[in-house]
């Protein structure tokens, strides 16, 4: 048997609660004060055996009479035949009271986050433990991130990292072999049922997708954010699983840096946030460079506390060209304006996953270099509403979301694109979406992409772990976590799909029939993607009854 070294640092706490931080082998690990659980990260290896470490008492400490698993510290102690979920004793006298918890068992990174946060950056403590690597002690700036995940029924937090030094200095860190910066991101899966539809969404991406027309200069580039799961501690409460992951930036997409010294503009990178002009059916608005958002795109690159003015003028010029250009110049321009061979992937993997928050919103837009291409690319950002997933959990799995739920048409350049069909696109995006079923996108091959999640999960307990911490919130509508149950739900939902999806690509043309100018006035339309709207909406929505128009 392996051995390590266990630290049990035990602080003085008011009995009968029992307090402290265990260390194996350098590494500190969590408490729980909710269920009263130290939580140890262990090497898969170690799994299914009997585990034997050295367990000692930090010299500080007042408690005394202290075991661990029924045997004394200052000893080997033994931890019979680790298993997912399986407990063992801890228990120690404090004055006349007897203390007590348990300790359990990981395979997963654990983090650590200790600090006070919200809408504002505020200094936190990072603990990051990776079995068999060690931990690293961090700081960094915190803050809460996001919009809707924000409100006050929400709970389950997705935070902004951006880790800086012991003066307060840039600190650029790399974890499980991604890359090298400052900025990361912990995504909670807030709403998920599965918590990893984002992640696993991503890397499929990341995958597949086409690379943009510049990665021949750029062999580093990545248009989705890469990630790991991690198990998540806040200040002493364990938080559930969360997915430590890239932000989608600059530095992501390898976009051209601007010219410090003469302030020329060079990469560009806007994040479409809402539906204003992101769909391209509109342009309601000039924009002003000297403000970080422009109708409903945030400005990511240049940003304005580097470079004021900034530039909007390359998305604004495909988007005014897309609004207002004339059939026969879409035909013989729009490559020029936007990269097509991503875009037939992006059409693609909309409707693979029905990824009802990605038409128009939470995109990022950009430009490698303005100065000698400008032609927009694509990146994909927050894929938590797909694969059945709605935006909200009441009820859990909606008919707007279901296997059958409709072909999108994403934004009016899919919807010209398809219907006026330059450069044979119809015909790409059949040889493109039949290539990728023999493979990537067989059935097979993408229900494995979600079991093996799950399975990583289930090997260690930490689906129980987040099934206890949050079935019956508010963030999933009160409802009970059952990952076996949404395991079974979107293995069925992809396999559905996919037949649906093999009948509509035959022939893609067929989601456009039946288009109208104006609908009537007592219709009760909706997106493309479910959401209800007002009489103000532009661009082409759906009746209740299936029927499409097209609203300007």
Not at 25 to 30: A, F, L, Q, V
Not at 73 to 88: A, I
Not at 218 to 231: A, K, L, N, P, Q
Request: charged share 25%; net charge negative.
């Amino acid at each position: 048997m392996r051995q390590f070294v266990f630290l049990l640092f035990v602080g003085l706490s008011a009995c009968p609660d029992l307090s402290g931080q265990i260390v194996v082998d350098g590494m500190h690990t969590c408490y729980d004060g909710r269920e009263g659980t130290f939580l140890v990260t262990l090497p898969d290896q170690q799994w299914g055996k009997d585990w034997q470490a050295w367990v000692a008492l930090d010299d500080h400490t007042a408690w005394w009479d202290v075991q661990v698993n029924n045997q004394p510290v200052d000893t080997l102690v033994t931890f019979e035949g680790v298993t997912p979920g399986k407990t063992y004793p801890v228990t120690a006298m404090s004055g006349d009271c007897l203390v007590s918890a348990q300790l359990e068992f990981t395979s997963l990174p654990i983090l650590h986050l200790q600090g006070e946060f919200g809408n504002e950056k505020s200094l936190g403590a990072i603990t990051l433990q990776v079995p068999g690597d060690g931990e690293q002690q961090l700081l960094a700036e915190v803050k809460w991130r996001g919009y809707t995940t924000n409100q006050p029924d929400k709970h389950k937090r997705n935070y902004k990292l951006s880790f800086v030094d012991k003066k307060g200095k840039k600190n650029d860190l790399q974890f499980f072999g991604l890359r090298r910066d400052n900025s990361w991101v912990l995504d909670a899966g807030q709403t998920d049922l599965f918590r990893m539809r984002n992640l696993i969404a991503s890397k499929l991406w990341d995958d597949f997708a086409t690379k943009p027309y510049y990665a021949d200069k750029e062999e580093d580039v990545h248009t989705s954010s890469r990630g790991e799961i991690v198990e998540m501690f806040l200040n002493d409460h364990y938080e559930g699983i969360y997915n430590l992951c890239e932000p989608v930036d600059r530095k992501q997409m390898q976009l051209k840096k601007f010219d410090g010294d003469t302030g020329e503009i060079h990469g560009g990178l806007w994040k479409s946030e809402g539906w204003e002009d992101t769909s391209f059916w509109t342009l309601t608005t000039e924009y002003d460079n000297r403000e970080p958002r422009w109708a409903d795109f945030q400005l990511v690159y240049p940003e304005i506390d580097d470079l004021c003015p900034s530039d909007y003028s390359t998305l604004y010029n495909a988007i005014d060209f897309v609004v207002n250009c004339e059939d026969e110049e879409f035909y013989a321009q729009i490559a020029e304006y936007i990269d097509v061979p991503v875009f037939i992937d992006y059409y693609i993997f909309v409707n693979l996953l029905n990824a009802i928050d990605l038409v128009g919103k939470n995109i990022f837009w950009a430009v490698y270099d303005k100065q000698s291409d400008k032609r927009l690319t694509m990146a994909m950002w927050d894929l938590d509403t797909t694969v059945g997933q709605n935006y909200n959990d009441m009820p859990p799995h909606p008919e707007t979301v279901a296997y059958d739920n409709f072909p999108m048409l994403p934004t009016k350049i899919g919807w010209q694109l398809m219907c006026l069909n330059p450069d044979n696109y119809n015909q790409k995006v059949r040889d493109r979406y039949f290539s990728l079923r023999e493979d990537i996108f067989s059935a097979d091959s993408l229900v494995s992409r979600y079991r093996s999640y799950y399975e990583k999960l289930k090997h260690c307990g930490a689906d129980k772990r987040e099934e206890r911490r949050w079935s019956g919130d508010s963030d999933i509508a009160g409802l009970t976590l059952d990952f076996e149950q949404e395991m079974a739900y979107i293995e069925e939902w992809l396999r559905l799909r996919l037949d649906v999806l093999d009948e509509f690509f035959t022939n893609p043309r067929t989601a456009v029939k039946g288009i109208r100018m104006f609908p009537g006035m007592d219709d009760v339309l909706y997106t493309p993607m479910g959401q209800r709207v007002n009489g103000t909406y532009k661009g082409l929505v759906v009746s209740k009854g299936g029927r499409k128009y097209i609203r300007r």
